[in-house]
């Protein structure tokens, strides 16, 4: 409900107040390079990426983060037809995570790191990260699913704190164990005290997806136009202004694509 309208104006945001800022060229495209982009965007396919922009800077793309909503999105479309098609969400769930699962870790044992580009159209990106980013989000609806069976212990959440700092040390494993432990430990802090300030934090507004889109721009333009700023000094300015930007994005343009869809579904 939010992820696309959320993504549509912070890429265009991107590609032209930032790109602008960044000092980016406006005439290096073709209107039809420009045109190429914006129908990209519309299939959440690139991200903001404008050859000019905080050229000779480390990663100059105008919005770097956009590129992970690709595959988000990918997920959910996948699981909706999936769901729809079979029913039995949990048992679909449980089947992509164990296939994926093997699939990720025999690929990345035998050194194979697989490619799948079909020029302009890349309907599932890099496989490599489409299985990765698919097997995660997969355990993460399962824990969501069977929260109510799964077991939060101080113990068990201890062994999972300390096998995903093991597993995140092999390169077969990371992306396994950020997804079994790790997504236990997400559900153990969620459910620790549901009356903490944890857990009261976006429970209102939720800016939490705003904050991850519009951090990276923010931190580009701060770098550029305070050439001496220091890692620390970065992190403290961005902050707060990439919580007005979530605050921004929350309350026009998320939180009113959702009243549009459940306007829509009451009088369909």
């Not at 098609?85 to 699962?101: K, P, Y």
């Not at 698919?134 to 609806?141: C, P, V």
């Amino acid at each position: 409900l939010r992820i696309v309208p959320g993504f549509v104006v912070a890429y265009l945001i991107s590609i032209s107040l930032v790109f602008w800022l960044g000092g980016g060229d406006f005439g290096e495209l073709s209107p039809s390079q420009w045109a190429a982009k914006l129908s990209k965007m519309a299939l959440l396919l690139n991200p903001a990426q404008v050859g000019s922009a905080f050229a000779g800077s480390h990663a100059p793309d105008v919005n770097g983060s956009l590129w992970t909503i690709a595959y988000e999105f990918r997920c959910y479309v996948l699981v909706a037809i999936v769901v729809f098609c079979l029913g039995r969400a949990t048992l679909v769930f449980s089947i992509m995570s164990v296939s994926l699962a093997i699939i990720l870790v025999s690929s990345i044992s035998q050194g194979v790191y697989f490619r799948y580009d079909l020029g302009n159209f890349e309907p599932i990106g890099n496989v490599d990260d489409a299985v990765r980013f698919t097997m995660i989000f997969s355990i993460g609806a399962l824990f969501q699913l069977l929260k109510e069976y799964v077991r939060r212990s101080n113990r068990v959440a201890l062994l999972c704190c300390i096998l995903l700092i093991g597993g995140m040390c092999s390169e077969r494993l990371a992306p396994l164990a950020v997804g079994v432990f790790g997504g236990y430990l997400l559900l153990y802090l969620a459910f620790l005290n549901e009356n903490s300030v944890l857990n009261s934090i976006n429970r209102r507004n939720d800016i939490s997806y705003g904050v991850y889109l519009y951090a990276w721009p923010i931190q580009k333009l701060l770098i550029m136009y305070v050439p001496a700023i220091t890692p620390t000094q970065l992190t403290i300015l961005t902050l707060p202004i990439a919580v007005c930007a979530g605050v921004l994005s929350w309350h026009l343009v998320e939180k009113r694509a959702i009243r549009m869809r459940l306007a829509i579904l009451r009088t369909a």
